[in-house]
């Protein structure tokens, strides 16, 4: 399981650092499902908290080149860009 997660979280790191090299980090919105259950497993499985992406993602990032100014864009910038209420004329 230990190389699974790994090997996600690579993919996950390739494919922003696509995103970056083209200018496109500023239209990412991140998101992760966690919790226990696994459709295979009878009993379910162990319980995974909500913070892979502080504990795994945001410090593979790191290692990969990432900026601060980076991740800020992807944890802050990006979500309240989303998230702004705005007026429509019409």
Do not use: C
């Not at 090997?7 to 226990?36: E, F, P, R, T």
């Amino acid at each position: 399981m230990r190389f699974l997660l790994f090997h996600k979280s690579l993919i996950n790191v390739q494919m922003l650092q696509n995103l970056k090299n083209n200018d496109l980090l500023d239209k990412v919105l991140l998101s992760h499902d966690a919790g226990w259950y696994d459709v295979g497993n009878v009993l379910g499985n162990t319980f995974r908290p909500y913070t892979s992406i502080f504990t795994k993602l945001v410090p593979s990032l790191k290692e990969n080149g990432f900026t601060d100014e980076d991740i800020n864009q992807l944890m802050v910038e990006n979500p309240k860009e989303a998230y702004t209420l705005r007026i429509r004329e019409i």
